[in-house]
């Protein structure tokens, strides 16, 4: 259906004629039909094929000359027209979250901001400050808003890509033409936003690769498609490159195209000075070919020990490899998930399939944390339901005494900083999660700081509070954090739901060097959601954290 297209067509003119500072009903009605066009069940173009365009309340004569013209022509005139004049990375600053199309205007007219970069300069200078209706609040927000944007600009979350990937592996795998396989890129080494998949094989038969690789069930569009390398994008709108290297090179090209960039450029300076080359298709002395089937030899070549892809960033990984590189944590044989929801709260499974999945992860145990009574909108439980479900699991620790089921809770801090249970109810519990879910804005750092004193609190749950997708960190000095949970013994939280990676690399490597423990639980609503533990598992690898670094591993 077209009628979000056209709808943002629409957007896109009335925001283009506020900017421009034209005639107000104009933009309103621009508005209006985006509106009706993104409410509309049925298909715009069947009421264009049966003239009855202007039938759907609120389309006029105007509007609906411009839908004909599209379905005609393919494009909107207006539109380009709307836009004439204006430089086209206004459009990039109409994507900040808290910066709407007014006050875009105001900065383009006013201070003749055209970029982010010129927004950037109006804040630390103040100018933008001083335009009507803008408040300390309004600009940090505006602030945040423009970090958000900067990364979020063509990046995709991990874990939105990991499913996909995952099921295509499988699926390649499973070819006999291939012989082997593996993604690169940022993917690999587990970044928590990732550009476009790179998929390295070997093979005997890359024309009948290529044919099968292009004619995917998920391929939405071929981009390109070559003997060696063929790009596709998926219909949900990833693009995926599959390389074909040899054999003699596979290791080689592997090292070459996980990167990163830093990790790799430091590579070839060493390599240099052992009057080596290093490139994608091998390690070369006198342009002879010395290393490069595997990526543990190319690093062998160099005098290295092999570097897991997620330490490769050029953060002294390279200088360790020439001694010892710490045992960093596994994806394998990891002892369990101290974060799941259930039924009690607002989860969708039972204690009884929690701990059944659990057990087909190989765990030795699960905490199942439910909300606290103060969180109504998710179901936080009473003290009195606490202690029914508490009950439950003493019954099915009897039936089920291979793995040991954890009575655990997630506990909110309120505003005060106190917990929302007392501590003769934390007291009975195996491990007492605190959180914050609600008052963002309300010292977050001092309510976490004094949620420390209290001696049940084993875990600062997602200490950071950030959405990849939707929410900035709030404001924590998170060095004032790592101290006080040093000092009170607290660990802090990986949570490897896909959306928070909360604390991320760079906060877990900072608490590894405080000697603070991290705990990782996938903060599941549903069974389905388990598998996220290899998210939070590569956040602990990226800031090379080792068994004793993990909370999970003293249960
Ligand atoms: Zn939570
Ligand atoms: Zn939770």
Not at 91 to 115: E, F, H, W
Not at 237 to 258: K, P, W
Not at 399 to 426: M, T
Not at 466 to 475: D, G, I, T, V
Request: net charge neutral.
């Amino acid at each position: 259906m077209e009628n979000q297209k056209l709808a943002q067509m629409f957007d896109k003119i009335a925001d283009a004629l506020e900017i421009k500072g034209e005639n107000r009903f104009k933009i309103i009605a621009y508005r209006k039909a985006s509106q009706i066009l993104n409410n509309l069940t049925s298909d715009i173009y069947d009421h264009y094929q049966n003239d009855e365009l202007q039938k759907i309340p609120g389309i006029g004569e105007g509007i609906a000359k411009k839908i004909k013209e599209y379905f005609e022509t393919g494009q909107i005139k207006k539109l380009k027209e709307a836009f004439q004049g204006l430089p086209e990375s206004l459009l990039d600053l109409l994507s900040i979250p808290s910066l709407g199309p007014r006050t875009v205007a105001l900065a383009y007219q006013k201070l003749k901001v055209k970029n982010l970069q010129d927004l950037e300069k109006a804040i630390r200078n103040g100018s933008l400050a001083s335009l009507p209706g803008m408040g300390e609040k309004k600009i940090d927000n505006i602030m945040k808003g423009i970090e958000f944007l900067k990364k979020a600009l063509g990046r995709i979350p991990l874990g939105k890509a990991f499913v996909m990937v995952n099921e295509l592996l499988k699926e390649l795998s499973g070819w006999e033409e291939i012989k082997q396989i593996s993604p690169a890129g940022s993917y690999r080494r587990m970044k928590e936003t990732v550009g476009d998949i790179d998929i390295l094989v070997t093979s005997d038969d890359p024309k009948k690769v290529m044919d099968q690789f292009t004619a995917l069930d998920i391929v939405a569009r071929v981009k390109a498609k070559g003997p060696t390398r063929s790009s596709i994008e998926t219909d949900e709108g990833f693009q995926v490159d599959l390389r074909i290297v040899d054999d003699t090179s596979f290791g080689a090209a592997l090292q070459y195209f996980t990167g990163s960039k830093a990790h790799n450029v430091k590579l070839r300076s060493l390599a240099k000075d052992k009057g080596l080359k290093i490139n994608e298709y091998g390690v070369f002395k006198d342009e002879k070919y010395v290393a490069g089937k595997t990526e543990e030899q190319v690093y062998q070549a160099l005098g290295l020990e092999f570097i897991p892809p997620e330490m490769r960033e050029d953060l002294g990984e390279i200088e360790l490899a020439q001694k010892k590189i710490p045992r960093i944590i596994s994806y394998d044989h990891f002892p369990g998930d101290l974060h799941i929801h259930s039924t009690y709260s607002d989860g969708e499974s039972s204690l009884k399939e929690i701990v059944e999945e659990a057990m087909k992860y190989g765990y030795k145990f699960v905490g199942i944390a439910d909300h606290s009574k103060s969180v109504k909108y998710a179901g936080g439980l009473s003290i009195e339901k606490l202690l029914e479900k508490n009950d439950e699991i003493d019954k099915l620790q009897k039936q089920y005494p291979k793995i040991r089921i954890l009575k655990a809770a997630e506990v909110d801090i309120l505003i005060d900083g106190s917990l929302d249970y007392p501590d003769h109810i934390l007291s009975q519990l195996d491990v007492v999660i605190a959180a914050i879910h609600t008052g963002f804005s309300n010292d977050p750092e001092g309510r976490i700081l004094k949620a420390m004193d209290n001696q049940y609190v084993h875990i600062i749950a997602h200490p950071t509070g950030r959405l990849l997708s939707q929410r900035e960190a709030y404001n924590v000095d998170m060095d004032k954090l790592l101290e006080k949970a040093s000092r009170s013994k607290k660990a802090m939280e990986i949570n490897a739901y896909w959306d928070r990676l909360d604390l991320n690399d760079y906060d877990c490597r900072k608490a590894r060097e405080h000697g603070v423990k991290l705990a990782i639980g996938t903060d599941s609503h549903h069974i389905s959601g388990m598998w996220q533990m290899v998210l939070g598992i590569g956040v602990a690898r990226r800031a090379w954290l080792t068994k004793k670094d993990i909370y999970n591993f003293d249960i």
